[in-house]
């Protein structure tokens, strides 16, 4: 909630340790990168990782998450080391999570908690913030009961901020009325977006979307000369912001919203789906990728996949390769002749572009480079739509 909002430079960093497992959907290689994204996650909820502890189990023991002797390892090392936060890679069980807190007697929060609370302080206006507290409302429902109410040396910080410091005390029947109440309170804004949505005209709309993090709300501020909240942070965007945007003569909206991330608490998508309403309303996707992200295929997929589960995945979907400098930056060496170097890039266009039906740019939003092949390229899709949608009104285009 607004009121519970701190400033992350007046609040204290709390030490955090994370802790996952190597199972047998899951290698050591792919743990480590969620382990990475983890880290990022915790340090934009203003926790600092001290140590990875990790497990191979083929799956997750139903009571106590990992194996007696690594649960005593970190019990241990969480004493020792003053811990504040222990942070679970996967979704726990409430009995799980119960187990955890008693053996470590510190905080124990999953991954979808985390990024739940990352929501509750990046949400700004009163839908996203509705949304949230929504999200939040579900997740603790299961938990309610006794929830850390054992450990009295946790005064608040990550995990106990939106709904998750007021209502904790709560129990199930209160929470179910919130929940109730927030869901009405969202149809409610919801009635009022749809009426606001459809005011807005005849103008064609385009969707920034993608993974957190791959310059998004950049990219909307280039198009559009706006100042939206871009930072080298996960989820520095969780409300939507639309805009205006002309080039050459011809106008159109352009929205930029929430990214997406693997293992999105389902009750997030949920609740969120009224923003996202706004990829699926578009006529045109920007599919934003960050190509010197190590992982940036997987996250594509990710991307894609949610966007099949919101419906909005048969667009025209223009996929930008954004960071291309950064790309270049860590994948030659610096030595390398330039002419090589561009040899090798654009092998890895070619190889890429083939693997698109539609338009392929290769960009860096914040270096200006590829900026006007952006811009035709898309005021090139702008007019194709316009001209199936109005082919009279040649005003439009
Ligand atoms: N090197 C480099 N950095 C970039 C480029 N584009 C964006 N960035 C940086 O990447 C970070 C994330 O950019 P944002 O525009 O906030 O990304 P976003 O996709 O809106 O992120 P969320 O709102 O968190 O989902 C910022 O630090 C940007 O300055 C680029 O072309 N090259
Ligand atoms: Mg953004």
Redesign the pocket.
Same mark, same amino acid.
């Given at each position: 909630m607004a009121g519970q909002k701190q400033d992350r430079s007046q609040q204290e960093i709390e030490k955090a340790v994370i802790l996952g497992l190597v199972s047998s959907d899951q290698t050591l290689e792919m743990l480590m990168e969620y382990f990475d994204e983890l880290t990022f996650l915790a340090s934009t909820a203003g926790a600092q990782v001290v140590k990875q502890f990790y497990q191979k189990l083929s799956m997750p023991n139903s009571k106590t998450y990992v194996g007696s002797g690594k649960l005593i390892e970190i019990a241990n090392y969480i004493k020792t080391h003053e811990i504040d936060l222990a942070i679970i890679d996967d979704e726990l069980s409430p009995s799980q999570q119960n187990y955890l807190e008693k053996t470590f007697e510190c905080k124990v929060i999953d991954r979808s908690m985390l990024i739940l609370d990352i929501f509750a302080l990046r949400a700004k206006t009163v839908q996203a913030k509705t949304q949230v507290e929504l999200a939040q409302m579900q997740y603790l429902l299961p938990r309610l009961r006794g929830m850390w109410s054992h450990l009295d040396r946790i005064k608040g910080g990550i995990g106990m901020r939106g709904a998750g410091e007021k209502e904790i005390e709560t129990d199930r029947r209160v929470a179910k009325y919130k929940i109730n109440q927030l869901k009405i309170k969202l149809k409610q804004i919801d009635v009022q977006n749809k009426t606001r949505r459809k005011n807005r005209g005849q103008l064609i709309r385009v969707a920034l979307v #993608?993974?957190? *993090?791959? #310059?998004?709300? !950049?990219?909307? @501020?280039l198009l559009s000369k706006s100042a $939206? =909240?871009?930072? @080298?942070? &996960? =989820?520095?965007? $969780?409300d939507t912001t639309v805009r205006k945007v002309v080039i050459e003569t011809t106008a159109f909206l352009l929205s %930029?919203t $929430? #990214?997406f991330i693997r293992k999105l608490p389902h009750h997030l998508i949920e609740s969120f789906k009224s923003t996202l309403d706004e990829s699926r309303e578009s006529d045109i996707l920007l599919h $934003?990728v960050?190509l010197?992200h190590p992982h940036f295929e997987d996250q594509l997929k990710v991307v894609l996949k949610t966007l099949q589960e919101i419906d909005a995945s048969n667009k025209t979907i223009i996929t930008i390769y *954004?960071?291309? %400098? &950064?790309y270049k930056k860590k994948a030659y060496d610096e030595l390398m002749p330039k002419a090589k170097k561009e040899e090798l890039f654009n092998k890895l266009q070619k190889s890429i572009r083939q693997q698109h039906k539609g338009p392929v740019i290769f &960009?860096?939003? !914040?270096?200006g480079?590829n900026i006007v092949t952006l811009k035709d390229t898309l005021l090139k899709e702008v007019i194709k739509h316009y001209r199936i949608r109005y082919p009279y009104k040649h005003s439009f285009y």
């Open positions: #993608g993974y957190t *993090n791959t #310059g998004k709300s !950049t990219i909307m @501020n $939206v =909240f871009a930072e @080298n942070k &996960l =989820f520095a965007t $969780v %930029d $929430v #990214g $934003v960050d010197s *954004n960071k291309i %400098d &950064l &960009l860096s939003a !914040t270096q480079i």
